[in-house]
C-alpha cells in the first residue's frame, strides 16, 4: 500500500477524481447556488466514493468558527438533567453543530470557572448550563466570559438568559387535578432546597390550595431519591385516616418509594391515598399503580436552548435577558382515581415541618 493510500483524502483528491477544480469542490461543499447540477452529482458521488471527510480544524482556521458548544452539567444520573442532556446534543447536532461536555460533581464558583476556561481554550462558541440549583445560577452569573451563556432550569432575574419547563404551572395541574377528584387537600413532598425546580413545584402547589381556600399541610422534604421518598412514604402512612388522602410527590423517583412504604402499612393507592408525581420518567407509567405524572417535554427544551443560545451567538435580536418557559402536560393514569370522601375522616390542622406522625 502507497503512503498515498494511506492517508485520507483531500479536497485535491476529490477535485482531481471529480475533474473541477478545488474551488468548485469547496462551493459543493458549502452548497453554493452557483454548481451546476451535473457539476453537483459528480463531485458528491466522488466523495461518497473516496469516503472524504472534510478537516474541521482548517475550516475553523479559515472561518474562525469551530461550530462547537458546550455544555456544562452537574447531576446528570437523576432523570431531569439527564434528559436535558441528551436533549441538548440531539439539538445541537441537528443544526450541525459538535457539543463539548464538562460534567461536574458540584457546580461552584471554582468549578464553573474551570469548567469555562477548559470550554473556552477548546474553541466553543457558546455554552448551556444545566444550573438547576439557585446556587449555581449565582456563581454562573458572577464570572466573566467571552461568549454567550444559556442556563437550562433556572436563571431569571439573574441577567442569564434561561430556558426552563414552567415548574409552577406542572404542580397547578398536579395539585389541581387532586381537588378536582374529590380530595380535600393534598400533602406535598417537595425536593431539596436549594432547587430552583423544586421551589417552584412548591409554589405552585401551595398557590392552588390557598386560591381553593385551603391551608396548606406541612411540607416534607426529599433529595430526588427513591429512598427518601420510601422514608417519607412511611411518616405518610401515619397520616391516613386523620386527613391525608392525597399527596403531590415532586418528582416519581420519590413517588416510587411512597407508593412502596404505602403498600408495606397495607395503605391502598389510590383507593386510601392518591399519588401524583412529576417528570413522566419513562418507567412511571409501569408502576403499581401507573403513576399519574406532570410530563416535561426536553426535546422542546433543548431545541429552545440550542435556538437561543445561536441567536445570542450571530446577534440576531433577542429581549435584553429572554426567558423562555416550556408549558408541561397532565398525565392521569390509575394512582389518581375519583375520590369518594368517608364519613369517618376528620380533618386536622397543618402540624409544623417535621412533625412526627
Same mark, same amino acid.
Not at 405552585?204 to 391551608?215: C, K, M, Y
Given at each position: 500500500?502507497?503512503?498515498?493510500?494511506?492517508?485520507?483524502?483531500?479536497?485535491?483528491?476529490?477535485?482531481?477524481?471529480?475533474?473541477?477544480?478545488?474551488?468548485?469542490?469547496?462551493?459543493?461543499?458549502?452548497?453554493?447556488?452557483?454548481?451546476?447540477? @451535473?457539476?453537483?452529482?459528480?463531485?458528491?458521488? =466522488?466523495?461518497?466514493?473516496?469516503?472524504?471527510?472534510?478537516?474541521? %480544524? /482548517?475550516?475553523?482556521?479559515?472561518?474562525?468558527?469551530? +461550530?462547537?458548544?458546550?455544555?456544562?452539567?452537574?447531576?446528570?444520573?437523576?432523570?431531569?438533567? /439527564? %434528559?436535558?442532556?441528551?436533549?441538548?446534543?440531539?439539538?445541537?447536532?441537528?443544526?450541525?453543530?459538535?457539543?463539548?461536555?464538562?460534567?461536574?460533581?458540584?457546580?461552584?464558583?471554582?468549578?464553573? %470557572?474551570?469548567?469555562?476556561?477548559?470550554?473556552?481554550?477548546?474553541?466553543?462558541?457558546?455554552?448551556?448550563?444545566?444550573?438547576?440549583?439557585?446556587? #449555581?445560577?449565582?456563581?454562573?452569573?458572577?464570572? +466573566?466570559?467571552?461568549?454567550?451563556?444559556? &442556563?437550562?432550569?433556572?436563571?431569571?432575574?439573574?441577567?442569564?438568559?434561561?430556558?426552563?419547563?414552567?415548574?409552577?404551572?406542572?404542580?397547578?395541574?398536579? &395539585?389541581?387535578?387532586?381537588?378536582?377528584?374529590?380530595?380535600?387537600?393534598?400533602?406535598?413532598? /417537595?425536593?431539596?432546597?436549594?432547587?430552583?425546580? #423544586?421551589?417552584?413545584?412548591?409554589?405552585?402547589?401551595?398557590? &392552588?390550595?390557598?386560591?381553593?381556600?385551603?391551608?396548606?399541610?406541612?411540607?416534607?422534604?426529599?433529595?430526588?431519591?427513591?429512598? %427518601?421518598?420510601?422514608?417519607?412514604?412511611?411518616?405518610?402512612?401515619?397520616?391516613?385516616?386523620?386527613? $391525608?388522602?392525597?399527596?403531590?410527590? =415532586?418528582?416519581?423517583?420519590?413517588?416510587?418509594?411512597?407508593?412502596?412504604?404505602?403498600?408495606?402499612?397495607?395503605?391502598? &393507592?389510590?383507593?386510601?391515598?392518591?399519588?401524583?408525581?412529576?417528570?413522566?420518567?419513562?418507567?412511571? @407509567?409501569?408502576?403499581?399503580?401507573?403513576?399519574?405524572?406532570?410530563?416535561?417535554?426536553?426535546?422542546?427544551?433543548?431545541?429552545?436552548?440550542?435556538?437561543? $443560545?445561536?441567536?445570542?451567538?450571530?446577534?440576531?435580536?433577542?429581549?435584553?435577558?429572554?426567558?423562555?418557559?416550556?408549558?408541561?402536560?397532565?398525565?392521569?393514569?390509575?394512582?389518581?382515581?375519583?375520590?369518594?370522601?368517608?364519613?369517618?375522616?376528620?380533618?386536622?390542622?397543618?402540624?409544623? @415541618?417535621?412533625?412526627?406522625?
Amino acid at each position: 500500500m502507497t503512503p498515498a493510500q494511506l492517508r485520507p483524502p483531500t479536497m485535491a483528491d476529490v477535485a482531481r477524481t471529480a475533474g473541477v477544480s478545488h474551488q468548485t469542490v469547496s462551493r459543493v461543499l458549502a452548497d453554493h447556488p452557483n454548481v451546476r447540477d @451535473e457539476t453537483r452529482v459528480k463531485v458528491l458521488r =466522488a466523495i461518497e466514493e473516496m469516503g472524504y471527510r472534510r478537516n474541521s %480544524s /482548517a475550516r475553523a482556521l479559515a472561518t474562525r468558527r469551530t +461550530r462547537t458548544l458546550g455544555v456544562v452539567a452537574s447531576d446528570t444520573t437523576l432523570y431531569g438533567p /439527564a %434528559s436535558t442532556l441528551f436533549a441538548l446534543e440531539e439539538a445541537a447536532r441537528a443544526e450541525g453543530y459538535l457539543v463539548s461536555t464538562v460534567s461536574m460533581r458540584k457546580l461552584t464558583v471554582d468549578t464553573l %470557572s474551570e469548567a469555562l476556561d477548559h470550554l473556552g481554550d477548546g474553541g466553543v462558541e457558546g455554552v448551556v448550563a444545566i444550573a438547576p440549583q439557585r446556587s #449555581a445560577v449565582e456563581a454562573l452569573a458572577g464570572l +466573566r466570559h467571552p461568549f454567550p451563556v444559556v &442556563t437550562v432550569g433556572s436563571g431569571a432575574g439573574m441577567g442569564i438568559p434561561c430556558v426552563t419547563v414552567d415548574q409552577h404551572l406542572g404542580a397547578r395541574l398536579a &395539585t389541581g387535578h387532586l381537588l378536582a377528584a374529590g380530595h380535600r387537600t393534598a400533602w406535598h413532598l /417537595a425536593g431539596p432546597d436549594d432547587w430552583q425546580e #423544586a421551589a417552584d413545584r412548591e409554589a405552585g402547589w401551595r398557590a &392552588t390550595l390557598e386560591a381553593s381556600g385551603v391551608e396548606p399541610p406541612a411540607v416534607l422534604r426529599g433529595d430526588w431519591s427513591p429512598l %427518601s421518598g420510601y422514608r417519607a412514604g412511611q411518616e405518610l402512612a401515619g397520616w391516613v385516616g386523620r386527613g $391525608l388522602t392525597a399527596v403531590f410527590v =415532586a418528582n416519581d423517583q420519590m413517588a416510587l418509594g411512597v407508593l412502596r412504604a404505602l403498600r408495606e402499612a397495607g395503605v391502598r &393507592t389510590p383507593e386510601d391515598v392518591a399519588v401524583a408525581g412529576f417528570d413522566d420518567a419513562p418507567e412511571s @407509567e409501569f408502576f403499581s399503580p401507573p403513576l399519574t405524572t406532570v410530563r416535561q417535554d426536553f426535546s422542546a427544551v433543548g431545541r429552545h436552548s440550542i435556538a437561543l $443560545l445561536l441567536d445570542l451567538i450571530e446577534g440576531r435580536a433577542r429581549p435584553a435577558t429572554p426567558r423562555i418557559a416550556i408549558e408541561p402536560q397532565l398525565v392521569v393514569r390509575a394512582s389518581t382515581f375519583p375520590h369518594a370522601p368517608q364519613r369517618t375522616t376528620r380533618s386536622i390542622a397543618p402540624q409544623p @415541618e417535621g412533625a412526627p406522625p
